[in-house]
């Protein structure tokens, strides 16, 4: 039994796992689709796809898109803060 307790508990811990990473996979999807393509048109192609998805997230979600881990600044204001009030 004990075996199988253990085996329930591994499998149990990966069924959420999985889980967890697709709500999050998901979420990332949604905010990107959001806030990409606002109007909910698709690319023309898909090298269009894959060139204003690069520059999405190497602009703007990377740099300037405030996130809630930094006090809901941006990595830029985030950086300026830390400087400030570090020196």
């Known amino acids: 039994t004990c075996t199988t307790a253990s085996s329930r508990s591994t499998n149990y ?3 959420f ?3 967890t990473g697709r ?3 998901e979420a990332g999807w949604s905010t990107l689709k959001t806030e990409l393509l ?5 690319f023309a192609s898909l ?6 998805v690069a520059h999405y997230l190497d602009t703007y979600f ?3 898109r ?5 006090g809901y600044r941006s990595s ?3 950086k300026r803060y830390l400087k400030l009030n570090l020196s």
Not at 66 to 70: P, Q, T, W
Request: hydrophobic share 30%; no cysteine; aromatic share 4%.
């Open 13 to 15: 811990v990966r069924t």
């Open 17 to 19: 796992v999985t889980l």
């Open 23 to 25: 709500r999050t996979a």
């Open 38 to 42: 606002p109007g909910g048109s698709p």
């Open 47 to 52: 090298e269009e796809a894959r060139l204003e």
């Open 62 to 64: 990377n740099l300037d």
């Open 66 to 70: 405030r996130h809630s881990a930094l």
């Open 76 to 78: 830029h204001q985030f």
